[in-house]
Structure formats: C-alpha cells, structure tokens
C-alpha cells in the first residue's frame, strides 16, 4: 500500500520548536516534490512550504519564512519541517503532499497523509 505518513506534531509553547517528518511506505518519495500545507479549525487549507524532488528548490509562505526550514534526506526517503519560533496562529494540522510540481493546488498532488496536529499554546 502506498502512504505518506507524517509524524513530530505536538504541543509545544509560544517561541517553541517542532520537527515535523514526512515519510513514505511503499514508494519513495525521492522522485517527488513534497509540500507541506496545514488546516486550522474553520479555515482553509494553505501552503506551507514545497521542496523539489532534487532538493535544490524551496518556497514558503510568507507568515512563515525566516521561522521554518523544509529538507529532505534522500538516504532516509524523508522529509522534514523545522518550524521555530511557533506562534499560536500557527496551530493546525499539518498534511504532507507528493506530486510532480511544487503547486498551490490540492489536485497538484498525488499523495497525500492524514495529517499531525500541531498545537502552540501556554
């Protein structure tokens, strides 16, 4: 079965850290671009960050560029997103996504995982 799986939510304070991690099982994720979008209670889903199959390409959103860091370790078939400096508007669910370009749309990607909640609260 071919899933992605996303792992490191949690509960973490204002101006606190998470390492989130994407993984796959039954595929790798190497020969895909990996997005990382999140959905709030009563909000739409939005784009966090897209990384390149190659590693070489990033972009963020621009509420979160200069806290969070995306990579990837093609060796461990993972990807990660460092997110520092949490904020309590940064509490979501946050999904990765495989697919062929780094898009903004949903139908952009061919995979997607359920999902880990991050909450940043005192």
């Known amino acids: 079965q071919l899933q992605v799986v996303e792992s490191g939510g949690g509960l973490v304070q204002p101006g606190g850290s998470l390492r989130l991690s994407c993984a796959a099982s039954?595929?790798?994720?190497?020969?895909?671009?990996i997005a990382w979008f999140r959905q709030a209670p009563g909000k739409e889903r939005e784009g966090v960050s897209c990384?390149?199959?190659?590693?070489?390409?990033?972009n963020y959103a621009d509420s979160v560029k200069g806290r969070f860091t995306i990579s990837r370790d093609r060796a461990k078939n993972t990807v990660y997103l460092q997110m520092n400096n949490l904020r309590p508007e940064d509490t979501a669910v946050y999904h990765c996504a495989a697919g062929y370009v780094c898009g903004a749309g949903d139908y952009d990607y061919g995979y997607w995982g359920q999902g880990t909640q991050v909450t940043v609260s005192s």
């Open positions: 039954g595929f790798t994720l190497n020969a895909y671009h």
């Open positions: 990384i390149s199959s190659s590693g070489g390409s990033t």
